[in-house]
Every structure is written in C-alpha cells, then in structure tokens.
Nanobody, 120 residues
Framework: QVQLVESGGGLVQAGGSLRLSCAAS????????MGWYRQAPGKQREFVAF??????ATYADSVKGRFTISRDNAKTVYLQMNNLKTDDTAVYYC???????????????WGQGTQVTVSS
C-alpha cells in the first residue's frame, strides 16, 4: 500500500502565503500523478490542483493564478499558496493516483490532511 505524509499547514492572515508538502512512501510500483484536494466544514471535498509525472499541472478555477503545484522528485509534491483568502480555509489532503503492485491497477490514495486557516 501507499502512505502519504503531509505538512505545512497553519494559520495565516488573508493575503499571506503557505507552502504545503507531501511525501509518498510504502509499496509503490508506479505513481501516475500527485495533487491536492481540500474540504471545508460542512462541505464536500473539492479538487485543488494535480500534477502528473510528465509535469503537466491542472488547477481548480478558484485557485488558478494564486496556487502553484510542483514536484522535486517522483514521490514528493508541494503546493505553494499565495494571496490566501478566507474561503481557502479547509483541511488540505494530499492525493496520489498510483499502482501499488504490478498485479493491480491504479487507485487513489489519501493523506491524513493538514489544516489551513486563513483569518480575516
């Protein structure tokens, strides 16, 4: 199985910045993509950003131009969040679409989440 460990969450004032990180470990045959989702209290989990192994990034419209996803190796992904707004307050979850063993197909794996709180 694949394990994801997240860090970098915290409390910031509106207009500030945070950088989240996520590292994958465990039994990994292939990681197809890594990215981020978020979930605010009482709301559905929503897509934030994703980056595949070829370096192609995709962003939700709500964060486009403010957030940047990057990877420094095949198993680590970052989310640079600039000009944060109060609406960005949520638990941010790392996600990977990966193949754990060659006998199985790809599936989604999730981290434990890291809290991001943006104050007024």
């Amino acid at each position: 199985q694949v394990q994801l460990v997240e860090s970098g969450g915290g409390l910031v004032q509106a207009g500030g910045s945070l950088r989240l990180s996520c590292a994958a470990s465990g039994v990994i045959f292939r990681i197809n993509a890594m990215g981020w989702y978020r979930q605010a209290p009482g709301k559905q989990r929503e897509f934030v950003a994703f980056r595949n192994s070829g370096g192609i990034a995709t962003y939700a419209d709500s964060v486009k131009g403010r957030f940047t996803i990057s990877r420094d190796n095949a198993k680590t992904v970052y989310l640079q969040m600039n000009n944060l707004k109060t609406d960005d307050t949520a638990v941010y979850y790392c996600n990977t679409f990966a193949v754990s063993t060659s006998a199985g197909g790809p599936r989604n794996y999730w981290g434990q989440g890291t809290q991001v709180t943006v104050s007024s």
